[in-house]
């Protein structure tokens, strides 16, 4: 049995999984938080479990989030990535 427990993030783990997110930007990455790149990342209650499409999954160990990944939906064909449909003119 694996010592983690990894599933879909609920709101509980979002706190977790925004911590994970910024150390990683900052010690892994070398860079830290750049608004311009991570916007979603203050807002994950509405960037990942809501929109249709997108998944924020987390790892936990003794509760404790560990580990994040997510998914993004593809934006529709003529829709821009906040879901606004673009003028075809």
């Known amino acids: ?22 150390d990683t930007f900052s010690r892994e990455f070398g860079y830290g938080y750049r608004p311009e790149w991570h916007r979603d990342v203050i807002d994950l ?7 249709a499409g997108h998944a924020l999954v987390v790892a936990t160990k003794g509760g404790e989030v560990v580990a994040t990944t997510a998914v993004r939906a593809a ?3 003529g829709a821009s990535r906040d879901g606004r449909v673009r003028s075809r003119r």
């Open 45 to 51: 209650d509405g960037t990942c479990p809501r929109p």
């Open 75 to 77: 934006a529709e064909r």
């Open 1 to 22: 049995m694996s010592p983690y427990d990894v599933h879909m993030a609920e709101a509980g783990h979002l706190e977790g999984a925004r911590g994970v997110m910024l």
